[in-house]
């Protein structure tokens, strides 16, 4: 079946530690996005990205980094520099349509001790 | 300013009954898109529901409902025949710079309303 894959689904880190989130799609998506939700929130945006080698900083980018080597895949470095990690971290994809909604992983939940 | 507002932070319904969840939004684009999405106590985002600014008829797609009013910016949810399943988080979510529907976009999120359907 076709769809997003993200992992790990859990991952506990100490501070200071980078680490880094995989999200890999089979959906054959152009585009991909990664978004942050907090406990009550909404989902914030961290980095897009519409093409391979190519990608955009979202509203809340500092203290993370993204790659786009390959169409199916995009993951994401929490740095150190990330100021306050835990969260729950969601990866999506979407097609240029008229809708082009989004299509949603899992998600990985960090928390940082 | 907050572009999605979500102004109840939970709702309450009983089995069979039917429910509107609001959500108000503020943009000065003329074209955009407006999503509902589901979000169960697993985590996972489920898309529900889509109306582009420029559709002259309301978004249904089974057993929801998007009232799209858009001269007072409101682009309420309803969930008619309420089941046990429908019980999670929901968001409504905005993509600016519609354009017709052709374009990618990064959609800003509201902050959700809690339903809770009681049997």
């Known amino acids: 079946d076709g769809g997003i894959t993200q992992s790990p689904k859990y991952l506990f880190r100490k501070e200071g530690q980078n680490v880094t989130l995989s999200c890999e799609q089979n959906?054959?998506?152009?585009?991909m996005y990664w978004y942050r939700q907090d406990p009550g929130q909404g989902l914030r945006l961290i980095y897009y990205?519409?093409?391979?080698?190519?990608?955009q900083k979202g509203d809340i980018a500092e203290g993370y980094s993204v790659s786009r080597e390959k169409k199916e895949s995009f993951p994401l470095t929490v740095t150190s520099a990330q100021k306050n990690p835990t969260a729950f971290y969601l990866c999506?994809?979407?097609?240029?349509?008229?809708?082009?909604?989004?299509?949603f992983g899992e998600g990985s939940r960090l928390t940082v001790l | 300013a907050q572009k999605i507002t979500q102004t109840q932070p939970g709702m309450f319904v009983q089995e069979k009954e039917a429910v509107t969840l609001d959500c108000t939004y503020d943009t000065s684009d003329p074209s955009y898109g407006l999503f509902w999405y589901k979000q169960p106590s697993s985590g996972e985002m489920i898309f529900l529901i889509y109306q582009g600014s420029y559709d002259q008829q309301n978004a249904t797609e089974g057993r929801y409902s998007l009232n799209f009013q858009k001269a007072r910016k409101s682009a309420n949810l309803v969930i008619s025949a309420s089941q046990l399943g429908d019980s999670a988080m929901y968001f409504c979510?905005?993509?600016?710079?519609?354009?017709?529907?052709?374009?990618?976009?990064?959609?800003?999120f509201g902050q959700g309303t809690i339903l809770t359907v009681h049997p």
């Open positions: 999506a994809s979407s097609i240029m349509a008229r809708t082009g909604e989004l299509f």
């Open positions: 959906l054959n998506h152009d585009a």
């Open positions: 990205s519409q093409i391979v080698n190519d990608f």
């Open positions: 979510a905005m993509r600016e710079g519609d354009a017709g529907g052709t374009s990618y976009g990064k959609l800003t």
